[in-house]
Nanobody, 124 residues
Framework: VQLVESGGGLVQPGSSLRLSCAAS????????MSWVRQAPGKGPEWISV????????KYLDSVKGRFTIFKDNTKNTVYLQMTSLKDEDTAVYYC??????????????????WGQGTQVTVSS
């Protein structure tokens, strides 16, 4: 199993970025795929999930309406479209999933597979 994130960078507040997570060794269509971020000096924070069973998506309140998670099953890739970025969105962003799935999306310690992360820095 391998997850490889890309698309991070340094942007100004109000900007947009699209993160990608290319998966191999398993099929994303059969798994609930999440994005988790870790800001400097803080613990991991779950921000979004795409649920495989029904394609329902869920978000942390602070990113709802600004971030969108979606999958391209043909490319076995998960994306996170981020708009209206704020300074507080600065973090390393990881895609992750649990096998078995975590008991709750915000139980970050229960995710068993993680990518290496991609840095997003929002600063003027």
């Amino acid at each position: 199993v391998q997850l490889v994130e890309s698309g991070g960078g340094l942007v100004q507040p109000g900007s947009s970025l699209r993160l990608s997570c290319a998966a191999s060794g398993f099929t994303i269509a059969r798994n609930d795929m999440s994005w988790v971020r870790q800001a400097p000096g803080k613990g991991p924070e779950w921000i979004s999930v795409s649920i495989s069973e029904n394609s329902v998506t869920k978000y942390l309140d602070s990113v709802k309406g600004r971030f969108t998670i979606f999958k391209d099953n043909t490319k076995n890739t998960v994306y996170l479209q981020m708009t209206s970025l704020k300074d507080e969105d600065t973090a390393v962003y990881y895609c992750a999933f649990g096998d078995p799935p975590p008991s709750a999306w915000r139980h970050e310690a229960e995710y068993t597979f993680w990518g290496q992360g991609t840095q997003v820095t929002v600063s003027s």
